[in-house]
């Protein structure tokens, strides 16, 4: 079945370190692929997305590259601030024959706490 | 903006007694979603709809029912909440039917704790 699998946290930085959340998929067909950030007591928003391979999907200095191969679509950061702290969901909406009403499945989420 | 609004955002309720919580959307959207959040899980499905009076089971949907008698609104009802209800309420919406390129649009969520 369709299914999501991301690194589990927490995950702890220092101000400007690097980030990279993994995120692997299994899934009939091919996805579309989503990045969610919930920020402290508020709802999840849509941070980036890719809808084919090798789509490059970024957004406020993050990226991830659909990877069909590895059936990845990981999450990085150049320069993480205090402000990125937050979690992070990989999702996914599968396509065509078979998919549920485009039932978007998510993976547990990452914590990241980022400290100055 | 999707317009979404939940409804309480919080709530403290009694074992055994039922809870309506309420999702309205202001853009005629036609697939609503209703998820629970609960720490190491993830966000989880119970319910969603494709339309008016048009409902279906998620992943998690005992002990819950949902109805739709207008497009604008999707309501959760806890029949006779229990302990293990207690969690964070997410609805959801699409904002292009039936097409996987777009992603959901959540609320702000209802904080439910069953004492």
């Known amino acids: 079945g369709d299914s999501v699998t991301q690194m589990e946290g927490p995950v702890t930085l220092s101000e400007e370190a690097f980030l990279t959340i993994n995120c692997t998929y299994t899934?009939?067909?091919?996805?579309?692929l989503f990045w969610y950030v919930q920020y402290p007591g508020e709802g999840l928003q849509l941070l980036l997305k890719?809808?084919?391979?090798?789509d490059k999907g970024s957004n406020k200095g993050f990226e991830a590259t659909y990877r069909k191969e590895t059936t990845s679509f990981h999450l990085e950061k150049g320069s993480v601030q205090v402000s990125d702290s937050a979690v992070y969901f990989c999702?996914?909406?599968?396509?065509?024959?078979?998919?549920?009403?485009?039932?978007?499945?998510f993976g547990r989420g990452t914590q990241l706490t980022v400290w100055p | 903006d999707a317009g979404i609004t939940q409804s309480p955002r919080h709530k403290v309720t009694e074992t055994g007694t039922p809870v309506t919580l309420r999702c309205h959307q202001t853009?005629?959207?036609?697939?609503m979603y209703w998820y629970r959040q609960d720490p190491g899980h993830g966000l989880r499905l119970i319910h969603y709809?494709?339309?008016?009076?048009?409902?279906d089971k998620g992943e998690v949907s005992d002990g819950y029912s949902v109805s739709r008698s207008k497009t604008e609104d999707f309501l959760l009802t806890l029949e006779s909440a229990t302990s293990s209800q207690t969690s964070v309420y997410f609805c959801?919406?699409?904002?292009?039917?039936?097409?996987?390129?777009?992603?959901?649009?959540f609320g702000s969520g209802t904080r439910l704790t069953v004492v």
């Open positions: 853009e005629n959207h036609r697939y």
């Open positions: 899934a009939t067909g091919y996805p579309s």
């Open positions: 709809s494709y339309g008016v009076k048009d409902t």
């Open positions: 890719a809808t084919k391979a090798d």
């Open positions: 959801a919406i699409r904002e292009r039917t039936e097409d996987p390129r777009y992603g959901y649009t």
């Open positions: 999702a996914l909406i599968p396509h065509g024959r078979g998919s549920t009403l485009g039932r978007l499945y």
